[in-house]
Structures are given as structure tokens and as C-alpha cells.
């Protein structure tokens, strides 16, 4: 088991920059599969990014590929998403997940533990 807390969302300008963070509590932590979600109200949640347990993979949905970065430092039981030219459409809230087996997904009914959520909004 895992827990997840979130934090760094707040208001940014478009192009500008943020960075998230995930604490896990948990004493496997580096096992885990994790992932970042983000959801807009009245909207399906979706994929952003997710990476393997060491950190060696590193996976994008095309609409943040190159403008987001998915980092974990498992010695500090952390979980990062830095993001860049931030627009609009980049406005949610994001969620940390955590996901007990090691293959590829992007579905977030696939992932078992899940952080509160941190919002992010970008403004034009």
C-alpha cells in the first residue's frame, strides 16, 4: 500500500512554468508503476505521464510531449511533474497515481491508489 499527497498546483499565466509534487508514505514506494492524471470538471479523466519503477521509462500523452516532464526520486519517496508552456487547456486538477503492477498503461482504472488531486489553472 501507498499513499499519495499532491501539492504545488496554483494559477499561472499562460507559457509559464509549475511544478508538482507527489509524497508517497508507503515503505515500497520504488516498486510501484506511477502516474499522472489530470481531470477537468465535466470531463474524463486523462492520462498525462507515467513512469516506471526505477525511473528508466518514461511515458507522454501527445498533448503534453515536450512541455512536461515526469521525474521520481525514490530515496525521497517522491514523485515529480514539471510543466512547461503551460496554456489554458492545461487547466485541472491533477491527481498522483500509483499502480501495483510494472506494465504500460494509461487507463486510470488500471491504477490502484490515488492522491487527492492538486489544482492547476492557467490563465490567458
Known amino acids: 500500500q501507498v499513499q499519495l499527497v499532491e501539492s504545488g498546483g496554483g494559477m499561472v499565466q499562460t507559457g509559464g512554468s509549475l511544478t508538482l509534487s507527489c509524497a508517497a508514505a508507503?515503505?515500497?514506494?520504488?516498486?510501484?508503476?506511477m502516474g499522472w492524471f489530470r481531470q477537468a470538471p465535466g470531463k474524463e479523466r486523462e492520462f498525462v505521464g507515467a513512469?516506471?519503477?526505477?525511473?528508466?521509462?518514461?511515458y507522454y500523452a501527445g498533448s503534453v510531449e515536450g512541455r512536461f516532464i515526469i521525474a521520481r526520486d525514490n530515496a525521497k519517496n517522491m514523485l515529480y511533474l514539471h510543466m512547461n508552456s503551460l496554456t489554458p487547456e492545461d487547466t485541472a486538477v491533477y491527481y498522483c497515481?500509483?499502480?501495483?503492477?510494472?506494465?504500460?498503461?494509461?487507463?486510470?482504472?488500471?491504477?490502484?491508489?490515488w492522491g487527492q488531486g492538486t489544482q492547476v489553472t492557467v490563465s490567458s
Open positions: 497515481a500509483a499502480r501495483r503492477y510494472y506494465s504500460y498503461t494509461t487507463s486510470a482504472s488500471d491504477y490502484d491508489y
Open positions: 513512469i516506471t519503477d526505477n525511473g528508466g521509462s518514461k
Open positions: 508507503g515503505r515500497t514506494f520504488n516498486r510501484y508503476f
